[in-house]
């Protein structure tokens, strides 16, 4: 166990759907990093978040939003879902910038 | 902006070999380098950093990996590779200053033959 936690680990979903991934950063950490890992892109930033506030900005979509609360736990919010936003999506936390802890994923099927 | 690239997609190895996987990247200003295994349905795990000093860093599991200033290279290698090595293997890099992502290679995958 990291202490980086992720929920669901798994979610089927159809096209045109909204989901939302959960993300508990390692306790202590204040930052939390959203990664998008599909077969043809490999690892790809999407966002991150410091103590409550929006830090860094990749390749997110704008059908994708995050946000990260008081109690620092993450949340990333997909909407108006297509076939190739199927992937796995990693969340990582952070307290160093030379210190980073990724979760176990949550790997999202859309159908 | 930074990058990182892998060279190989996959790296073949007999068990009991040497290995190397190579990573390159490019970074404004000095560099933190990572690598991270991923074994299947697993998410990442560390195996080892470079933020300063020593050029040459071990990490878990047998493995290390040489900074190559010059080179802008961070290969991981270890002496004798095992058939649990098998795995997706990912070099990372972010800036040393500065509010930068982590910045992924796109993975090596090992594959290690009894």
């Known amino acids: 166990d990291s202490g980086v936690t992720q929920t669901p680990k798994h979610l089927i979903t159809a096209t045109g759907q909204r989901v939302t991934l959960r993300c508990s950063p390692r306790?202590?950490?204040?930052?939390v990093y959203w990664y998008q890992q599909s077969l043809d892109q490999g690892l790809q930033f999407l966002i991150q978040?410091?103590?409550?506030?929006?830090?860094a900005k990749g390749n997110i979509l704008e059908r994708f939003s995050a946000q990260q609360f008081p109690d620092l736990h993450s949340e990333l919010n997909l909407s108006s879902l297509e076939l190739g936003d199927s992937a796995l999506y990693f969340c990582?936390?952070?307290?160093?910038?030379?210190?980073?802890?990724f979760g176990s994923g949550t790997r999202l099927t859309v159908v | 902006a930074q990058s990182v690239a892998q060279p190989e997609d996959q790296v073949n190895v007999a068990e009991g070999n040497p290995l190397t996987v190579k990573c390159t990247y490019s970074?404004?200003?000095?560099?933190?380098l990572f690598w991270y295994v991923q074994y299947p349905n697993r998410g990442l795990q560390f195996l080892l950093k470079?933020?300063?000093?020593?050029?040459l860093v071990k990490g878990s599991y047998g493995f290390e990996a040489e900074f190559n200033k010059s080179q802008t290279s961070f290969h991981l290698k270890k002496p004798s590779a095992l058939v649990s090595d098998s795995a997706l293997y990912f070099c990372?890099?972010?800036?040393?200053?500065?509010?930068?992502?982590?910045?992924f290679g796109k993975g090596t995958r090992l594959s290690v033959i009894a």
């Open positions: 306790s202590g950490d204040l930052s």
């Open positions: 990372a890099v972010r800036a040393y200053s500065g509010n930068t992502p982590l910045v």
């Open positions: 978040y410091y103590n409550g506030e929006e830090r």
């Open positions: 970074v404004s200003g000095n560099p933190y």
């Open positions: 470079y933020i300063t000093g020593d050029n």
């Open positions: 990582a936390s952070s307290l160093r910038t030379s210190d980073y802890t």
